[in-house]
């Protein structure tokens, strides 16, 4: 199986021990750190001719902060906390147009006009219910918070790992 790579911004240590703890309350295991998707899979092909034009594009792109914010929902079965900030989505379109995936991946995978920024609590598709989302929702706003402003000093790409069937971190990439 060809390898799978995402690119993400990875909170701070002691935030992503604290989702990690939250989430383990719902979930025996994770399939990935908590991160922040700045690159979905699309068009990270196996070759990783891709990762120099992600170090150009990061390095031309100068240290940024991120705020995280409040529980909300992609349709009713994905719960995530909110992302704000602006530099973010232009991070973003620059990755994703200097790695120029195909319209059809950009689209399956909700990049550029269709991305949305968020770091993922819980899933359905992990076997949770809409019930036990909405209990993870209430109890998020009590544990999660204050919710951190951090300052973005590199990202992250991982890579699906496939004896774990899990995505582990393979590369950071400074910004600046």
Known sequence: MPSQYFIGITPPLDYV??????????LDSLIVEPHITLKAQGGLTHDREWVEKVKWVCKSTQ???????????????ILYLSVRSNELYPLHEAIVK?????EQLINHYFELEDFVAHLTLGKEQHG?????????????????????TFLVKSVQVYELRPNS???EPLLEIPLG
């Open 128 to 148: 949770l219910t809409k019930e036990e989302l909405r209990d993870m929702e209430d109890a998020a706003e009590k544990e999660l918070t204050p919710y951190p």
């Open 17 to 26: 021990k604290k989702v990690e703890n939250f989430q383990h309350q719902w």
């Open 98 to 102: 200097a790695i120029s995936p195909s």
């Open 63 to 77: 240290p940024f902060t991120i705020s995280l914010a409040k529980p909300n929902y992609f349709g009713d079965n």
């Open 165 to 167: 069937n899990r995505y």
